[in-house]
């Protein structure tokens, strides 16, 4: 069963000049995560605020739960749990505070949302911090706080918008934590990152999204075997290129290619290390000493930098959201 | 129900805001009272009223106004400030009432304005302020003050939700609440205005509001180019017909902006 489905969501921005979304269409089977990945300005909020009913697409339509978000868009929020880029809690209130009071909002009742409110402040390390205004608390703690909030009801699916956006590499590795904790528990999660490195860690699927459109989509695997596999690079003094251009063809059965500047020599391999022992064994038998040899592994930044041409930067479209001044 | 039920969680933040910050209410205490006295004993000696009790008789229906009216900026802020950290997406992600957030802040400042108006209303005391009317009289003035201040509370919500910047709407709440505290009876008499300002300040809502209060607290109006006009022989009913054409105009707009706020 599909918990997400988006088909041909469109949504412009300043009268249509900018395409924040353009023909997007994704889904998220029951019990999974599928993570958006992309840069800034891909269209990756966008896409969050449709499926969370915060706002409305151009055309296309979307259900969660298999609830129509743009008919019945009370339903959804019934349903869903959603985390954004910025903790959105009250500043001025402690971490309970703020846990009661969505409580009470999702009609809980007073003691009912206590108890929930010092289960997850259990759960995420928090109840030190209980009493605390939230302004004292780290980027991660907020975060973490946040996410709490999100999980009050347990939410039949799941929205993460950038949930480590911002945060120090302990506050990332913390909230990686939580989030295959909740992973583990069954939830039905729909994540987004610009971190192709998050997308590797958490995902079950991963959909590549740039301008507007999904490009890519699969596990991480077949994307990075989409890319290729894995290479072989040798490199050498010049007057041993030519016979290590040899030597790498052989042994990968593939044609080697070589960067002049760099004399570098590189060819895909089938047989990883093996394929690795075997150049070494022949260059040494040839009486060829390289100057550096390895395996190299596409990591999912090649992916994207294959599927798009380019890396990451920042688009109209979302600095048109940014300036919209919600965040 | 739920909406009600919901409306009152969030108007229980607004009050939760204010136990843990303390300041918020200090300072908007502090600044009526510094207000009533400066206007009392600056203005107070070279203004002669014409009226028994001397200045400060006209004075205090024109500040308790004027502090209500600023409840525009103070709700504008509070939503802006909770638009920009994303508060209000997450509020709009929630089954709960989509009105509940913007009249649960109104609300709240309302009863943040019966603290300031009560302390005020002491200062005005001990500075010589005597209604002549009776407390059923002052009573009903107040509540028409607080009144006044909740309708321009949705003028704020629709600056609070429009603007995109916390610094602009403190720019526009004062450019709306200025001219309209000034060009009025609230400090000195519009008698002494250029006749074309007259009847600019003598039908504003703040003139209105604080000639309805000085009738109400015993105290005889003063009008120029209007004089014997509806809003100024009438002006309880007038200030009536005021705040609810503010509230017909501004609640229905300040909670459509509220739904559409990303749209």
Not at chain 1, 115 to 129: G, P, Y
Not at chain 2, 171 to 194: E, K, Q, R, Y
């Amino acid at each position: 069963m599909k918990s997400v489905i988006a088909e041909h969501l469109v949504k412009t921005y300043d009268k249509g000049r900018v395409r924040a979304l353009d023909d997007l269409s994704l889904d998220v089977e029951e019990g999974t995560v599928l993570s958006v990945l992309g840069p800034n300005g891909a269209g990756k909020t966008t896409v969050v605020r449709i499926l969370t009913t915060l706002l409305r697409p151009d055309s296309g339509s979307a259900s969660v739960a298999g609830i129509d978000v743009i008919k019945n868009p009370e339903k959804v929020r019934e349903v869903i749990g959603l985390s954004g880029q910025y903790a959105a809690v009250d500043e001025i209130l402690t971490g309970y505070d703020n846990l009661v009071m969505f409580g009470q909002l999702y009609h809980l009742g007073n003691k009912q949302a206590i108890i929930r409110a010092n289960e997850l402040l259990e759960r995420f390390s928090l109840t030190e911090a209980a009493k605390r205004p939230i302004k004292t608390y780290s980027g991660g703690m907020r975060r973490r706080l946040d996410l709490a909030a999100s999980l009050i009801v347990k939410p039949k699916v799941l929205f993460l918008d950038e949930p480590t956006t911002g945060l120090d590499p302990r506050g990332r590795q913390e909230m990686w934590g939580v989030i295959q904790e909740l992973v583990k528990g069954g939830v039905t999660l729909l994540l987004t990152t610009q971190y192709l490195e998050e997308a590797d860690q958490l995902a079950d699927e991963i959909a590549v999204i740039d301008t507007g459109k999904v490009i890519a989509r699969g596990t991480s695997d077949t994307l990075k075997k989409q890319v290729g596999g894995e290479r072989l690079e040798v490199v050498v003094e010049q007057a041993n290129v030519a016979k290590t251009m040899e030597i790498v063809a052989a042994v990968s059965g593939n044609k080697a290619s070589l960067d002049e500047g760099l004399r570098l020599i590189s060819a895909p391999v089938s047989s990883g290390s093996a394929a690795l022992f075997e150049v070494l064994k022949s260059l040494n038998s040839s009486g060829i000493h390289p100057l550096d040899v390895g395996l190299k592994r596409p990591s999912l930044d090649d992916v994207f930098l294959s599927l798009t041409g380019h890396a990451a930067e920042e688009k109209k479209a979302e600095i048109q959201e940014k300036k919209r001044g919600r965040k | 129900m739920s909406a009600v039920r919901d409306t009152y969680i969030i108007t229980r933040r607004q009050l939760l805001l204010l136990t843990r910050v303390p300041e918020v209410l200090i300072f908007s205490t502090i600044q009526p009272v510094m207000f009533v006295l400066l206007f009392r004993y600056v203005f107070g000696g070279s203004i002669s009223t014409g009226q028994p009790g001397g200045y400060v008789q006209l004075l205090m229906p024109g500040i308790f106004v004027q502090t209500v009216a600023f409840t525009l900026a103070g709700t504008a802020s509070g939503l802006a400030e909770d638009m920009k950290k994303g508060l209000i997406d997450r509020f709009r992600s929630l089954p709960i009432s989509q009105s509940a957030l913007v009249i649960g802040r109104t609300l709240g400042d309302s009863l943040l304005n019966i603290v300031v108006l009560t302390v005020m209303g002491i200062a005005g005391y001990i500075v010589g302020w005597r209604p002549t009317t009776g407390i059923a009289h002052v009573a009903l003035g107040f509540l028409f003050l607080l009144f006044f201040g909740y309708a321009l509370s949705w003028v704020g919500a629709l600056v609070g939700l429009s603007a995109s910047d916390a610094r602009v709407v403190q720019n526009v709440s004062f450019i709306v609440t200025f001219p309209l505290t000034f060009l009025s009876n609230a400090f000195a008499p519009t008698t002494g205005m250029p006749r074309v300002l007259q009847y600019f300040a003598e039908w504003n809502p703040v003139s209105t509001m604080v000639a309805a209060c000085r009738q109400l607290f015993g105290l005889k109006n003063q009008f120029g180019a209007t004089a014997g006009s509806f809003p100024s022989e009438h002006p309880l009913t007038t200030s009536l017909i005021y705040i609810l054409l503010i509230m017909a105009v501004f609640v229905p707009l300040a909670l459509r902006k509220y739904r559409n706020s990303a749209n």
